[in-house]
């Protein structure tokens, strides 16, 4: 992947639904990436409030700007995977994702792509907006781990960048997947599934957007009361657990030949679909290999222990 002078082509696919106030917005912080040769695609799932015609404006006076109506999507991972699995990328030289109510930095994508000549994928840390107080710094770059994959992205999926060849290869592997239509998030799916196929993932410790909280976001930067209530409730009740086993089976099924840690992976997953004695000390064996941060660590290993994941 050699550097040159000329702008990379980079594709950036966005998901978008009743997009409101911010919607513009993010669309500027996107068109305005400076030393990059930018288009972008847009997805709509059925917004009501004037988004699909907002962009179906822009994508007519803007060619830089592509809006698909064809399909639905019906969920905003679902809407994600529509936009990787049928957008036309034509001759992108790396992509990414963006959601449609944040602020990218001007130099996000430039920043990125010097990353990309190192690595195959990357992803960041962002700073959390809040309308009310001062952005927070949201760290994701803590050291990944043997199977963080399993419980966790590699940071929000709108920091995400992947050269053209890693992101065709990880499209083409989950396509077909009986249970795609069963992920919960499309960000957590596309870091997992290049673990396990031996794609190379740089996490930046250097923020590249303002990653907005309101009270609509799909996922947030968990902080405060109420969304760690929320992130208990899913941890104890089943649900997390459920979504890891489906992330778990696809990896599963896609790894690549090579993939040293196939074996014990299988054990894994298979230890998250069922919830019993040996499958939980199989989990709490391995718990320190499951999430970068030390807290989500110890807070994983105690549910475990108790039994209450």
Not at 131 to 144: C, E, M, T
Request: proline letters at 4%; aromatic letters at 8%.
């Amino acid at each position: 992947m050699p550097q040159t002078d000329r702008a990379p082509k980079i594709a950036i696919l966005m998901a978008t639904y009743n997009g409101g106030s911010f919607l513009s917005t993010q669309i500027e912080s996107v068109l305005a990436q400076r030393r990059v040769d930018i288009r972008l695609v847009i997805a709509d799932d059925g917004s009501t409030d004037g988004t699909a015609e907002y962009v179906k404006t822009l994508a007519e006076r803007d060619p830089r700007v592509t809006l698909i109506t064809a399909g639905s999507g019906g969920s905003a991972p679902k809407n994600f995977m529509r936009l990787a699995l049928h957008a036309d990328l034509r001759d992108a030289e790396a992509v990414g994702f963006v959601d449609q109510d944040d602020i990218w930095l001007a130099d996000k994508l430039d920043q990125q792509w010097q990353l990309l000549q190192q690595h195959e994928a990357v992803s960041s840390d962002v700073l959390a907006m809040f309308p009310d107080r001062d952005p927070v710094p949201l760290v994701k770059s803590q050291p990944q781990r043997r199977f963080d994959f399993l419980f966790e992205s590699a940071g929000p999926g709108c920091t995400f960048l992947l050269h053209r060849d890693a992101f065709d290869r990880i499209t083409d592997a989950v396509r077909a997947h009986p249970s795609l239509s069963d992920i919960a998030a499309h960000d957590w799916l596309f870091y997992a599934a290049a673990r396990v196929l031996g794609i190379s993932w740089h996490i930046s410790d250097v923020p590249t957007m303002m990653y907005r909280q309101h009270s609509e976001n799909v996922t947030g930067a968990n902080m405060g009361v109420a969304p760690r209530a929320k992130r208990f409730k899913q941890l104890t009740n089943g649900d997390f657990r459920a979504q890891c086993a489906v992330v778990g089976r696809i990896a599963v099924d896609i790894a690549a030949d090579d993939y040293d840690d196939s074996e014990l992976l299988v054990n894994l997953t298979g230890a998250l679909e069922r919830q019993h004695m040996g499958a939980n000390w199989l989990l709490s064996k391995h718990a320190g290999e499951f999430r970068r941060r030390a807290r989500d660590r110890r807070i994983l290993r105690s549910l475990i222990a108790t039994g209450l994941f």
